[in-house]
């Protein structure tokens, strides 16, 4: 597991740290690349990274001493003729290296990781805002004005390395905040086309025709929106997502990318409510849905609104596997590409092992003691640690 958010000692800081977004780079690395975040100098934007005593190479905005440094060292010497402050890591953040993307407090206290270069995933919060309230959310929806944060994901854009393939955009919702969406998107398009975008979004917004229209008109070659599906029918949909109308704009959204040749994931939740009608909503999708691009079958992350709606919304995976296994096989049968996310392999059906993706991001994975012998951990997703101890009473080592 990693941890993404760290502590620092800063030297040097004569006034608050200039930039807030950087990206990593090693003493002697070439910057030829997108180092300039929307205009700014690159030694505004690009921090070294210095490791083992380095020497402070002259030319950077923001010097870094790594996090398995000593702590007892003296203070490093300030490069003569530098403009940057340095700052010694915490061990927390000892797995930094080049090319990944950090955020640093004015003062220089805190480090967060926006963009962990070797992590199988990553994903930048756009907005906690949202019109819908699930049950089960694992983001709960805040009322407050965070429009900064299309700013920040616009730098980490900027920043990308050359070889950056695949980004999530999530929430909230961030179809919430229109034009600075589509701003956001096009800034992709513009500065990193090459990327792989999967956008999680309720699908609501997307049932205005003329909005869809601006989205499809981006243009971006390798863009997908996830979009939760809970049910069949609108009563237990818009229960779930606690919006009325929630189910029919959902819908509706999710025709109207369909008719732009937009892609589209259908991502269900399983909770309590929907095992009972996981096969009818793979039948639904079957009979009204059958262009998405894949359905995501999600394992249930018992934190946020989920935590106090547990007896409401918590079932054990290991006892719904009849029910998993049907819709697994509606949706297979009808050639959908199906994928079972955040299930470990023990409480799975052998036959569904083929579906199973390690989908859990790299930042609250982990495994169990009792996962050390386990001939498939390998294979395996793990557990979410922000679940705590909500997790199946049938995890156990496969022989």
């Known amino acids: 597991m990693l941890k ?15 930039g807030d977004v950087w990206r990593v780079c090693l003493p002697g690395d070439a910057d030829s ?7 700014d100098a690159p030694a505004s934007s690009i921090a070294c990274l210095l490791r083992d005593r380095q020497a402070a ?27 940057g402050p340095m700052l010694r890591l915490g061990p927390e953040l000892a797995h930094l290296d080049a090319s990944d993307i950090i955020h640093v407090s004015g003062d220089g206290r805190r480090v967060t990781v926006l963009w962990k270069n070797t992590a199988r995933h990553n994903a930048l919060l756009l907005t906690e805002q949202c019109d819908n309230y699930c049950l089960m959310c694992s983001q709960p929806p805040k009322d407050r004005d965070d429009a900064w944060l299309f700013d920040r994901a616009r730098k980490v854009i900027s920043l990308l390395p050359q070889d950056a393939r ?14 600075a969406l589509i701003g956001l998107l096009e ?23 003329e909005f869809t229209r601006r989205y499809a008109g981006v243009g971006l070659a390798d863009i997908m929106a996830g979009i939760p599906v809970y049910a069949p029918e609108p009563g237990l949909h818009d229960f779930i997502v606690q919006a009325a109308g929630a189910f029919n704009e959902t819908v509706h959204g999710i025709l109207n990318l369909a008719s732009l040749g937009q892609a589209v994931e259908i991502r269900v939740v399983i909770q309590r409510h929907t095992v ?15 262009f998405v691009a894949q359905v995501a079958l999600m394992g249930l992350e018992m934190t946020g609104l989920a935590r106090p709606n547990a007896p409401l919304v918590w079932a054990d995976p290991a006892g719904y596997q009849h029910e998993l296994a049907a819709a697994v096989d509606i949706l297979a049968t009808a050639g959908i590409t199906t994928r079972i996310y955040n299930h470990q392999l023990c409480v799975l059906d052998r036959r569904l092992w083929p579906y199973a993706v390690r989908s859990i991001s790299d930042w609250k994975n982990d495994y169990l003691d009792i996962c050390r012998t386990c001939t498939v951990r390998g294979a395996c997703g793990g557990v979410f640690t922000t679940s705590g101890n909500r997790l199946s009473q049938h995890l156990r080592p496969v022989p």
């Open 33 to 39: 690349d997108r180092s300039a975040a929307d205009g």
């Open 57 to 83: 190479p002259p030319g950077y905005g923001l010097y870094l001493i790594a996090g398995n440094e000593p702590r007892t060292r003296p203070e490093p010497p300030r490069v003569s003729g530098t403009p």
């Open 276 to 290: 009972p009608v996981l096969a009818g909503l793979a039948a639904f999708i079957v009979r009204n849905l059958p």
């Open 166 to 179: 695949a980004l999530s955009l999530t929430g909230g919702e961030p179809t919430l905040h229109e034009d």
């Open 4 to 18: 993404l958010i760290g502590r620092a000692d800063a030297s040097g800081l004569a006034r608050p740290v200039a």
């Open 187 to 209: 800034h992709c398009q513009q500065v990193a086309p090459q990327l792989s975008v999967h956008l999680l979004s309720n699908g609501r917004r997307f049932a205005d025709p």
